[in-house]
């Protein structure tokens, strides 16, 4: 097929391709249909090949319509390139009178033209995709969408009751109950703040648009304020126990954003776990080197808090850092995790999870030196 010959003997092997990949000549007989078009119409190359294109894949839309009659690409305008993606099925039985009974295919249809348009077609290109990525976005969209107005639900109720009770009998209550009041609305108008604050984080890692703001940073003072901090809020000091070594080299990171990850492993230590909290910090060469040689230096830093609670149920801990995952009932919105290994991947780091020696959830995270 000399449309294609070109592509087909050098650049292009269409079974390499991700989607499927069917494409007809200028009679519109099938010429190329690739390993993904066969997985994801359950028909055979073999059975496909040589044969009209609108017998091959007699595809109807939702309402049950003739695709190929709706487009006509051979017969139809000549000013045509082609059709964008569109949502087609595929039925197993071609007298069938539901559609949706059939394969579920994203279709978009590319035509070939020899001298621009207002020419014959000289070939036909149709991409296929399957739907259960889209499937499973949408589902996890929904799922977004109802966790989070379940969590914004309860501290709302409160705020709402509270305040509802404190206009309607203010003149009843004495000063301790006022205070007892707003400070149980102000400690759920925190969290509402701190829940959206975290989805927007959430949205800018998915979306690619988290702006970091690299400086080199020293991780032992770093490590050592949020500590600080964390026993400012309450933790007694005697819980943290940190094992970071003089001489460590700088890494590069934006300081506010890994505080953050910082405070979600060292909150999540606090409240999950149980015992002591270890923040261990070392230097190390993890640089693939060829031929087993190996270099002076040190290309990243690796930081490790881990508790003595009762630790991570093995087959758990690939969900660990899924949106909305809790290791228990002790509070939390579920995001935390998530958005500590967002932010890790974003300054080019990794980070893991697994269980400490002594039992308990062991969280480890790598960043580049400086």
Known sequence: MQLFAGALDGLLVPDDLPDGFVAADTDGLVRVFNRAAVTLTGIRADDALGRP???????RTVDGRDWWRLTDPYGGLGIRTGHREAQLFLPDDPEQDDPEAGTELLVTARYQRRDGRSTPVTGLVVALRGTQARRRRERRQSDLIATVAHELRSPLTSVKGFTATLLARWDRFT??????????????????????????????????????????????????????????????????????????????????KLRQVLANLLEN?????????????????DRPHPQGLHTEGVSSVAVAVSD???????????????????????????????????????????????????????????????
């Open 53 to 59: 294109f609108d017998e091959v894949l007699p595809l």
């Open 175 to 256: 000063d301790d109950q006022k205070r007892m009041m707003l400070q149980t609305v102000d400690a759920d108008a925190d969290r509402v703040v701190r829940l959206i604050a975290e989805l927007l984080d959430v949205a800018r890692l998915d979306s690619g648009r988290m702006e970091l703001h690299r400086v080199p940073v020293d991780l032992r003072e770093l490590i050592t304020d949020q500590v600080r901090a964390c026993v400012a809020q309450g933790v007694p000091e005697e819980t943290f126990r940190t094992r970071i070594p003089r001489g460590l080299p700088l890494v590069a990171a934006d300081p506010d």
């Open 269 to 285: 230590a606090v409240r999950h776990g149980g015992g002591t909290v270890t923040i261990e910090v070392r230097a190390e060469d």
């Open 308 to 370: 003595e609670g009762p630790g991570i149920p093995e087959d758990q801990l690939n969900r660990v850092f899924t949106r909305f995952w809790r290791g228990g009932r002790r509070g939390g919105t579920g995001l935390g995790l998530s958005i500590v290994k967002g932010l890790v991947e974003a300054h080019g780091g990794l980070v893991s999870v697994g269980n400490s020696p002594e039992g308990g959830a062991r969280f480890r995270f790598t960043l580049p030196v400086a």
